[in-house]
């Protein structure tokens, strides 16, 4: 069974950039996540799907991030202007249903410079 | 306070120890619970999951919950040098998104 795909592995930008991120879940996987996780920290949660419907973004930063699945398959998450605080590793993570567990990618590494 | 407190370590043990990690947390909705194992520079990757209290073994990987003390255990038996990688605990309740709140993990070195 393939797992969490993402891409890309490596991003570097400037501030005041935009970049965005793509993620193809676990086949059959209903439920997605994006996650934050800076340096020495685990991941936070950013933003959730059910389908293509968000079920949890109050942690996504509105104002420059973005994202959507709009077939409830793959996604993207758009971050417009970047800033410094952004380096970090974006994760995407998928679960059969909400409440089961969850599957990550390898991430995207982002640095802000 | 933190949600979850994970003591980051670094934990350093020969090869062939017993290894045990921890996690406390103050949220008493939390009722699943589960350990990640995360390699430089790749995703976590689960380990363990695991409902309510108790106990629950997988190969060398033992996982704990006390409900009561509020702490989660993760213990690793005949721990090798692979195992070297940052350790997880995340937590999440049984209602609302189920949304996973992770520990700041633990970095684990087993020497050879």
């Known amino acids: 069974e393939a797992g969490v795909a993402q891409s890309p592995r490596y991003k570097i930008i400037e501030k005041r950039q935009s970049v965005a991120f793509w993620c193809n879940p676990i086949?059959?996987?209903?439920?997605l996540y994006w996650y934050q996780q800076i340096l020495g920290q685990g991941p936070k949660l950013l933003i959730q799907f059910q389908n293509n419907g968000v079920v949890d973004d109050s942690q996504l930063p509105k104002d420059r991030f973005s994202a959507e699945r709009l077939k409830g398959v793959d996604s993207t998450l758009k971050i417009q202007p970047a800033k410094l605080e952004d380096s970090a590793v974006y994760l995407c993570?998928?679960?059969?249903?909400?409440?089961?567990?969850?599957?990550f990618g390898p991430g995207t590494r982002l640095t802000v410079t | 306070q933190k949600e979850v407190e994970q003591d980051p370590g670094p934990l350093s043990v020969p090869e062939g120890a017993i290894v045990s990690l921890n996690c406390t947390y103050s949220?008493?909705?939390?009722?699943?619970f589960m350990w990640y194992r995360q390699y430089s520079r790749k995703g976590p990757e689960l380990l363990m999951y695991t409902y309510s209290s108790g106990n629950k073994e997988d190969g060398r990987f033992t996982a704990q919950v006390d409900k009561s003390s509020k702490y989660i255990s993760l213990f690793i038996r005949d721990s090798q040098p692979s195992d070297s990688a940052t350790y997880l605990c995340?937590?999440?309740?049984?209602?609302?998104?189920?949304?996973?709140?992770f520990g700041t993990g633990t970095r684990l070195k087993v020497l050879a």
């Open positions: 995340a937590m999440s309740a049984t209602s609302g998104t189920y949304k996973y709140i």
């Open positions: 949220n008493s909705a939390f009722q699943y």
């Open positions: 086949s059959g996987h209903a439920t």
């Open positions: 993570a998928s679960s059969l249903v909400e409440g089961a567990e969850q599957y």
